[in-house]
């Protein structure tokens, strides 16, 4: 009896040690994750922000149309699902593009309804509330760091950009050409990603004001996302400069990096696309980009002559593995995803918009763990 039951102590313990082999050696990739059923057709997600396995928000549009704008939508994710959030006030159409936050009880998401009016909610941890937007100002995008939270807008047809200093919003300079991304690191330390007429820029504002760096001055170079991970040590990638060519004509990315001296050139494993996101690791180092419409080219003689590059690339502090998104049935492929790291986990989300059935448009949510 005894030998036994020993054999079938021995037997369970083999099993478990094989599962948990198998689960250690499974490689891990992104994944798809399903979007409530109450969202309808022909809807994308814009941005998303995480605070923790259970805890996390995404904005966007749904049931948009050739000449509808839309309703606002607003998912939360409670560790099992994501939900659909109700918005306060009354409904409006429109289309809610950015969310930052600089802490579970200090979340504010921005957008624009269908007469191009400005739209700003702020969630106190418990629920949200609508905010009087700065007068004048239609928001772009949103970005918290450091205690901060500053808005990119419009004002009268010119780009604004604004920080909210506990009582207001309060106008700071803009950076000479567009500004496309923000990395806030404090009130006197913030970089900017955009472009001019000389090409790709990134600005650091020191607080009193911007000092700009043409980092690639090929024709229509553009850096649209920034990271600062330390001081001597900033990423901003877009895409590298191009001249003529016929539509459609695919155009390389373009990763630059900081080292505290001077910026430089980084090649990446694609040959084409955009790079549209960054976000940190655990360790607060580069961990993370996406490229948009990432392609490569095949081999010698292979026709078409393209194929399909990563859409995500990890880097490991001296290299960069690709990974591609997962097929999800009855969509295509992603046009632009952005990245949502989840703080102290290896974790990371990525929301945004890919082809629908019969030339329509489905949301997509992608998790990394």
Do not use: C
């Amino acid at each position: 009896m005894a030998r036994r039951l020993l054999v079938a102590v021995l037997a369970a313990v083999l099993t478990i040690a094989a599962v948990m082999a198998s689960a250690a050696a499974e490689p891990r990739s992104w994944r798809h994750v399903p979007v409530p059923a109450q969202v309808r057709p022909q809807a994308g997600l814009s941005e998303a922000v995480a605070f923790g396995p259970d805890r996390a928000w995404a904005v966007g549009a749904d049931a948009v149309g050739r000449e509808a704008p839309g309703f606002p939508l607003l998912l939360r994710w409670d560790g099992t699902a994501w939900q659909r959030q109700k918005l306060p006030g009354s409904g409006w159409q429109g289309e809610l593009v950015s969310i930052a936050a600089t802490s579970p009880a200090a979340v504010w998401a921005a957008g624009r309804d269908a007469s191009g009016g400005a739209r700003l909610l702020r969630f106190d941890g418990k629920a949200w509330e609508e905010s009087r937007p700065p007068t004048g100002v239609v928001p772009t995008k949103l970005v918290a760091g450091g205690g901060e939270t500053w808005l990119l807008g419009t004002r009268a047809g010119a780009q604004v950009l604004l920080r909210r200093d506990g009582r207001g919003w309060r106008d700071l300079p803009v950076p000479p050409g567009a500004v496309y991304g923000l990395h806030v690191l404090a009130a006197d330390d913030a970089w900017a990603a955009g472009a001019t007429a000389s090409g790709a820029a990134v600005s650091h504002w020191n607080g009193q004001a911007w000092q700009q760096t043409i980092v690639d001055g090929f024709p229509r170079a553009t850096v649209t996302s920034i990271l600062a991970t330390s001081p001597t040590e900033v990423w901003a990638g877009g895409t590298a400069g191009f001249v003529g060519g016929p539509p459609g004509k695919p155009i390389p990315p373009l990763l630059v990096r900081w080292d505290g001296q001077s910026w430089s050139r980084m090649a990446v494993p694609t040959d084409f696309g955009a790079i549209t996101s960054m976000a940190p690791a655990t360790s607060g180092k580069l961990g993370w980009i996406s490229v948009a419409r990432s392609q490569k080219w095949g081999p010698p003689g292979s026709s078409p002559p393209l194929i399909p590059g990563p859409d995500f690339l990890a880097w490991n502090g001296e290299s960069f593995a690709g990974y591609s998104e997962p097929e999800v049935a009855g969509e295509g492929e992603s046009a632009l995803l952005r990245l949502a790291p989840v703080p102290g986990t290896e974790t990371v989300w990525a929301v945004g918009r890919a082809a629908g059935p019969e030339g329509a448009f489905a949301p997509r949510i992608l998790r990394f763990d």
